[in-house]
């Protein structure tokens, strides 16, 4: 039997950089086709008590994602979820392989102007330091995702409307929504 063994679970997980828009696209979709979503950040803040902003700064950031991959773990208790990553996530290759475990990836793909655009609150993206910065960190990780992903949508100069359309048809094609 060849493929990787799912466990039963069926989730959705959303990968790409800074600002791509993978929470709007997970609370989207879960609005569209009854489904849950979640998002990895927010797990990981729960387990720390603190905004991940804090916890980069109080306790670093290998500290965060040993507590990103924990949650990221727990979600194999659950079913069906549509799962919005955060930004490093694939800088931990056991992420990558519990993501494959448990469902499919779809990176969305974009431009460091993509993300600028929808980054507004930058003391909120610990990543985020400037955008020479920022552009250096993308570099780094697209091939990261690329690598991470079952699915890349291109999601250059389109709207959160558009994306979220074109995401939809592709996963009802493969008959994962």
Known sequence: ???????GCDHIFFI??????????ARNLGQMFHRRYVDTDKLAERRCGMSVTSTFKRRGEAHFRRVETEALRGLARERSLL?????????????IDLM??????VYL??????????IRR????????????????????RPLYRAA???????????????SYTVAEQLLERGLL
Not at 1 to 7: A, D, F, N, Q
Not at 122 to 141: C, V
Not at 149 to 163: C, E, M, N, P
């Open 149 to 163: 992903a079952d699915l890349t949508v291109d999601i250059r100069g389109k709207s959160f409307k558009d994306v």
């Open 16 to 25: 790409g950089f800074l600002g791509a828009g993978k929470s709007t696209l």
């Open 83 to 95: 799962v919005s990553c955060g930004g490093g996530i694939v800088e931990t290759p056991e992420n």
């Open 122 to 141: 930058r003391d909120t993206r610990p990543d985020f330091r400037n955008a020479a910065h920022a552009t250096r960190l993308l570099e780094h990780r």
């Open 100 to 105: 494959h475990e448990m469902g499919f990836t």
């Open 109 to 118: 793909d974009g431009d460091i102007e993509d993300s600028l655009r929808q």
């Open 1 to 7: 039997m060849g493929g990787s063994v799912k466990h």
